[in-house]
């Protein structure tokens, strides 16, 4: 008996033995003999001190970091199909990209990282993807996959993820995260570096130092000098001195070459084309052969022009912030920056000229456009020159910053914007003078006098009388007594006149702000007139605010009556804090102020999750432009602004603006 269980063990043993056996086999089988997939490495939320690169900069680097001697081809840039050139007016219509993030291996041989797929943003909008944010507008999430980010900022990474701790609403949360990030994660097209003018015996130009960057708008390839510098100026929290090839620095700097080399070619125009180191090919503009700029412009190097005082204000205005910033000095000693605003000053002093000289003989215009068009906007009377204009020290601007025409050509918000950042960037151009840069000591007197005749003629000419509001500002003006009275969406704007601290000025000999001039102050309490003026601009006394249940905000001519622009609505919630010039009683009346617009903002996106260019007041499903990374980025600094003012005043968690329940509005 003993011996037969022992038999019985042993066959019970032998055989579970071999069921493991087996098991162990079929396992092996089935598992291939390396796994390729790579594991991500873990993502730094925590910016430090970017080091400076030890070796010189390489050849010119697309966004995804690999350079252009790589056999890789540049793949992420998101294709786009854009069939007109008014700006604001482009297809929808997209195509699909594939960029190939794997490393290179022998032939034959497995890539040690699989091909990604990179949708076009407005093939990722059309998808919806989720998880849907958990609040009653259920909008989706479409940031591009990690991989297919044209630029890639840890600092906002950081910063998102912060603020979930801080916005309690799903749906706010998701549209600041959809929206901020909008331009670095989709319109950085290609960045790189610029070559020499030079050529070498092979014929080759040799690639130099100076870095560059083009950015698009959103759904129009092409790079707008006022946009782009916008889109970049809404990260400026996160901007620090940095070497770094891959740093927010490095982009702006590259910005800053990429304006400079427009503006020496082309001073009187807007929009431009991809550098030509790019290889990217120029967007074709269907208005090119019924537009007539003199003077003319290279179709290939230039976009479309308009003569638009704003696109200069806005180069200087990333230039000022970059060096208050960084305080470096030497980069604007380099490259072109100095002949950019040599060119930049030159040619609007040309346009101060008035229409007729003292005897009454009319005047040759330094710019003139013609458009043959069916929209009065689009082209300027009088052959090219415009309505006449008396000269009071302003500069005429033939079209506003929506790229519509000027009705009078002295346009008081771009004056003031220029007026403001000719002040500020004059201290680089001081620096640079005591540095015996050439040409630098002539140019900051020449920026200091154009910007005191601007404030001379705006003092005279732009403040009007309205009988409802006592006194205002004009939206434009002749110098003939002639004014506009109106406001539109795009910045600048009158109701954004806080954003670029107009009422203050630079001093001479340091980047100190001060009182405004003497004679503006005895002669205008300009606190009182952009408090009269806000009052104007948002109610339905001015012609293009657009009232209605979906949106009141301001629009303008460009997309006609009855559009109001969510760009408007933040800012007007922007302006708001601006404790001298908003004239809030208190910091609860400022929130009631601010959360209308927010509301608004939040309540017009169609569900996508995103800022669009304009939104019908009646209809928040009927909207204007899917991808328009400006306004995705100014809505960015508005919960930036809203998140530092709680915390400042101490709002407790679940309480503010931030804190609260967007879900019965």
Not at 39 to 63: I, N
Not at 66 to 76: F, G, I, N, R
Not at 564 to 572: F, K, N, T
Request: net charge negative.
């Amino acid at each position: 008996m003993a011996s037969l269980l022992s038999n019985t063990r042993r066959t019970k043993l032998g055989g579970l033995a071999v069921l493991l056996t087996l098991t162990m086999l079929y396992i092996v089988y089935q598992t291939p003999l390396s796994i390729n997939t790579p594991r991500p490495p873990p993502l730094d939320l925590t910016p430090g001190q970017p080091t400076p690169p030890s070796q010189p900069s390489p050849p010119a680097t697309k966004v995804d970091g690999t350079s252009e001697e790589d056999e890789e081809p540049d793949t992420l840039n998101f294709p786009l199909n854009v069939g007109v050139g008014n700006h604001g007016q482009a297809s929808d219509e997209s195509e699909e990209g594939i960029a190939d993030f794997a490393d290179s291996s022998p032939a034959g041989g497995p890539k040690s990282k699989p091909k990604v797929k990179c949708d076009s943003f407005q093939t990722l909008q059309s998808q919806k993807p989720g998880p849907l944010s958990e609040g009653h507008r259920k909008f989706p999430y479409v940031r591009p996959p990690p991989e297919c980010r044209t630029f890639k900022l840890p600092a906002m990474e950081a910063m998102i993820e912060r603020m979930k701790g801080v916005i309690a609403d799903p749906d706010l949360f998701r549209l600041f995260e959809n929206s901020y990030p909008n331009t670095l994660d989709t319109m950085v097209k290609w960045r790189g570096y610029a070559k020499s003018t030079n050529t070498s015996s092979l014929g080759e130009r040799d690639v130099t130092d100076e870095e560059l960057t083009y950015v698009i708008t959103g759904d129009i390839d092409a790079m707008w000098l006022r946009d782009s510098a916008s889109q970049i100026y809404s990260y400026l929290p996160f901007l620090e001195p940095s070497n770094d090839p891959d740093s927010l620095a490095s982009l702006w700097r590259g910005l800053i070459n990429s304006h400079s080399r427009y503006i020496v070619i082309s001073p009187y125009c807007h929009s431009f084309q991809p550098p030509e180191e790019s290889g990217i090919s120029p967007t074709v503009n269907g208005a090119f052969h019924n537009n007539n700029p003199q003077p003319p412009y290279d179709p290939k190097k230039v976009f479309d022009c308009k003569w638009e005082l704003d696109s200069l204000a806005s180069f200087l205005q990333i230039s000022a912030a970059y060096y208050t910033r960084t305080n470096d000095l030497d980069f604007f000693a380099k490259y072109q920056w100095v002949e950019a605003v040599k060119a930049a000053v030159d040619a609007s002093a040309a346009m101060r000229l008035g229409t007729y000289d003292k005897d009454g003989k009319v005047l040759p215009s330094a710019w003139t456009f013609t458009g043959y068009t069916n929209r009065g906007s689009e082209t300027l009377t009088n052959d090219g020159l415009g309505n006449p204009v008396k000269k009071n020290g302003m500069v005429r601007s033939g079209f506003r910053p929506s790229d519509d025409a000027c009705i009078f050509q002295l346009l008081t918000p771009s004056n003031m914007m220029f007026a403001a950042y000719l002040e500020q960037a004059s201290v680089i151009m001081e620096g640079l003078g005591k540095q015996h840069v050439e040409g630098a000591a002539n140019l900051t007197t020449a920026m200091r006098d154009l910007a005191k005749g601007i404030r001379k003629g705006i003092s005279r000419d732009a403040v009007v009388h309205h009988r409802d509001f006592g006194e205002i500002f004009a939206y434009e003006v002749d110098g003939y007594g002639s004014a506009n009275l109106m406001d539109d969406a795009n910045v600048p704007s009158l109701l954004a006149m806080p954003l670029w601290n107009y009422t203050h000025t630079l001093g001479k000999s340091k980047p100190k702000m001060i009182k405004s001039t003497k004679e503006e102050k005895e002669h205008h309490d300009y606190a009182k007139i952009y408090q009269n003026t806000r009052k104007f601009v948002l109610s339905m006394a001015n012609p293009y605010y657009s009232q209605g249940p979906a949106l009141s905000a301001v629009g303008g001519p460009h997309l006609g009556p009855g559009k109001g622009w969510p760009m408007a609505a933040i800012v007007a919630a922007l302006t708001a804090y601006n404790d001298e010039l908003s004239g809030f009683k208190d910091a609860a009346a400022r929130e009631e102020a601010v959360a209308l617009q927010l509301g608004q903002v939040l309540n017009s996106t169609g569900g996508t999750g995103v800022i669009h260019e304009s939104v019908n007041a009646w209809n928040a499903n009927d909207w204007t432009r899917s991808w328009f990374g400006w306004a995705n980025g100014i809505f960015g600094e508005l919960i930036m602004k809203i998140a530092e003012d709680e915390e400042a005043r101490g709002v407790k968690k679940g309480e503010g603006l931030l804190g609260r329940s967007w879900q019965d509005l």
